[in-house]
């Protein structure tokens, strides 16, 4: 196993603090959640760095359980990440290059919201808006878990956490209030920097 460097959670933007719709404690609560899966993807890779691979067919049922694992965690690290760096903005309707996208591939941002909320009610943990790099478009995609229905060369440009740890506190069930709340909450910029950075065409 090659070696790794451990990593640290981001600092939380103060910014998240004061979320319209979404309380403090939810943040703080979520953000903690997130500081585990740093840690969690820290130490199952200073686990897996310490096999001996030489006696594979001893291990391999532990090598499948941390790799699992493993994909779970590394999957809530870039998840939660994305999701906290693109909150704190004013939210409305989107602007740019990503209201480019929209127009162009839903028709409308009414069409775009309408289906990446209906995604977000149907999951059990996420829904993210992607640009898919081999059809050059984007699409609304479902995801049960962090590691589940990966889209191979697809760049994620909005990530909503539906996941109950993401709205119980402030709306218990009611997980379409805590979705508009989260459209609310959008910052434009960031995603239209993603979109810069990552050279997508517009």
Same mark, same amino acid.
């Given at each position: 196993m090659?070696?790794?460097?451990e990593?640290?959670a981001?600092?939380? &933007?103060?910014?998240?603090?004061? !979320?319209?719709g979404?309380?403090?404690? =939810? #943040? $703080? %609560?979520?953000?903690?959640?997130?500081?585990?899966?740093?840690?969690?993807?820290?130490?199952?890779?200073?686990?897996?760095?310490?096999?001996?691979?030489?006696?594979?067919?001893?291990?391999?049922?532990?090598?499948?359980?941390?790799?699992v694992?493993?994909?779970?965690?590394?999957?809530?690290?870039?998840?939660?990440?994305?999701?906290?760096?693109?909150?704190?903005?004013?939210?409305?309707?989107? &602007?740019?290059?990503?209201?480019? !996208?929209?127009?162009?591939?839903?028709? =409308? #941002? $009414? %069409?775009?919201?309408a289906?990446?909320?209906?995604?977000?009610?149907?999951?059990?943990?996420?829904?993210?808006?992607?640009?898919?790099?081999d059809?050059?478009?984007?699409?609304?995609?479902?995801?049960?878990?962090?590691?589940?229905?990966?889209?191979?060369?697809?760049?994620?440009?909005?990530?909503?956490?539906?996941?109950?740890?993401?709205?119980?506190?402030d709306?218990?069930t009611?997980?379409?209030?805590?979705?508009?709340?989260?459209?609310?909450?959008?910052?434009?910029?960031? #995603?239209?920097?993603?979109?810069?950075?990552?050279?997508?065409?517009?």
């Amino acid at each position: 196993m090659p070696t790794f460097e451990e990593i640290s959670a981001r600092p939380l &933007d103060p910014r998240l603090l004061q !979320l319209e719709g979404i309380s403090r404690a =939810s #943040v $703080e %609560a979520h953000y903690r959640l997130y500081q585990g899966y740093v840690a969690k993807r820290n130490e199952i890779l200073g686990a897996l760095g310490g096999m001996d691979l030489e006696k594979a067919n001893q291990v391999y049922s532990e090598v499948r359980a941390l790799k699992v694992d493993l994909t779970f965690a590394v999957g809530g690290v870039k998840n939660h990440e994305l999701y906290f760096a693109h909150l704190g903005g004013q939210g409305g309707d989107p &602007d740019g290059p990503f209201r480019v !996208l929209v127009d162009r591939d839903f028709g =409308s #941002v $009414e %069409a775009w919201r309408a289906d990446l909320r209906a995604t977000a009610i149907a999951a059990r943990g996420w829904a993210w808006t992607a640009y898919d790099r081999d059809e050059r478009r984007l699409f609304n995609y479902l995801g049960d878990a962090q590691n589940t229905f990966p889209v191979w060369n697809a760049t994620p440009l909005v990530a909503l956490d539906v996941y109950e740890h993401a709205y119980f506190l402030d709306y218990q069930t009611d997980r379409a209030s805590y979705v508009d709340a989260f459209f609310e909450n959008l910052d434009w910029d960031v #995603v239209n920097g993603w979109i810069a950075s990552y050279s997508i065409p517009s």
